[in-house]
């Protein structure tokens, strides 16, 4: 399977920016302390799923402690934009000590890139972050599943790519399953959920941008920037509705930073020990982990129209990926006769 193509479906939660290293990944390649060699992993198939759930259930963490942040549970609601912040905020802190300790080898950064993908990003996490705040977390974490499609739809214009029927009916199928998860009649409309589809739509958005990315520079240089760049934005973005967090709402700001960090490191390492359409299916664990967080901590249940959406969407996002996956490498022929 195509490393790119199914990975960069993987984990479209919360501006993961782990998407952006698969290509660099292909090779099972990671760095030395020194930042300057790579040497291959070896393959671990049951450590690598292991590592992918670990993610999941990091990823799935972030949501519920923005939730937890967006409600008032640990006192005044903070709005969504400082949320982002302190996302970025401590992300880049836990990156930057990690660049302190490895020094990795840094190169020119693709600016201009970075700064359109990492704004694209910001505003996907944002509204993500708001929209937890009103809906499920399972039904914002499955409309988050959303991006590839967008992303196959805005690659048309902007890529030039060209998409088959198939591809069209699994984007399809995943459309209705959002349309589900929105319950558009007037008892059950969920307005809120336009803030995960806007979400699901930015980040595809960002997605195109990650493919123009991706390869030109290190994996770990993509975190590294893409963070810093985006705690410029979320910095400008954040002071005309900033408010002194409480002590525990500072932990969990910090929470949230260093658990996406956390949830990219179980990523990387993954991919370092298994081919991408072994460790694919693992990361749609983020939405059973939202859904049993939701549970546990608010007493939301999921009920029949989140569980008939999610399966919907996820099916139609893994047959898109299966099936780009199949173009990108195809079978090949079988030998003639001479």
């Not at 799935?60 to 640990?74: D, I, N, R, Y």
């Not at 960002?206 to 993509?222: D, H, M, S, V, W």
């Not at 990219?264 to 049993?292: E, G, H, K, W």
Request: a positive charge; one cysteine or more.
């Amino acid at each position: 399977m195509c490393t790119h193509v199914i990975m960069e479906r993987c984990l479209p939660l919360c501006g993961c920016d782990a998407r952006a290293i698969a290509p660099s990944l292909a090779h099972a390649w990671y760095p030395r302390h020194s930042g300057v060699m790579y040497v291959p992993k070896p393959q671990n198939n049951a450590l690598a799923a292991a590592l992918i759930v670990g993610a999941a259930a990091f990823i799935a963490a972030t949501t519920l402690m923005a939730k937890s942040l967006g409600t008032g549970t640990l006192g005044e609601p903070l709005h969504a934009l400082q949320i982002s912040h302190g996302r970025f905020l401590f992300a880049f802190i836990g990156l930057s000590v990690a660049a302190v300790t490895l020094r990795p080898k840094l190169t020119a950064p693709h600016w201009r890139l970075h700064i359109v993908r990492t704004s694209f990003g910001w505003a996907g996490v944002t509204l993500m972050f708001a929209a937890v705040a009103f809906i499920p977390l399972a039904d914002a974490t499955a409309i988050s599943f959303l991006n590839p499609v967008f992303a196959m739809m805005l690659a048309i214009p902007l890529l030039g790519e060209k998409v088959g029927r198939v591809r069209w009916s699994a984007a399809v199928l995943a459309m209705i399953g959002a349309l589900v998860l929105l319950r558009p009649t007037p008892e059950s409309f969920q307005p809120a959920a336009l803030l995960a589809l806007g979400a699901a739509m930015i980040m595809g958005m960002e997605l195109i941008f990650i493919k123009k990315l991706a390869g030109r520079e290190n994996p770990f240089q993509i975190l590294l920037v893409n963070n810093m760049i985006g705690l410029c934005i979320a910095t400008a973005a954040v002071l005309p509705v900033w408010q002194p967090p409480t002590g525990a709402q500072w932990m969990v700001l910090a929470g949230i930073g260093l658990c996406m960090a956390v949830a990219q490191t179980c990523f990387v390492n993954a991919m370092a020990r298994a081919d991408a359409s072994f460790v694919a299916p693992f990361s749609y664990a983020t939405l059973i982990f939202a859904a049993f967080y939701d549970l546990i901590f608010y007493r939301v249940v999921p009920d029949g129209v989140t569980i008939l959406g999610a399966m919907i969407i996820i099916t139609g996002a893994i047959w898109l990926a299966l099936r780009e996956a199949r173009l990108k490498n195809p079978a090949p022929r079988p030998p003639t006769a001479v």
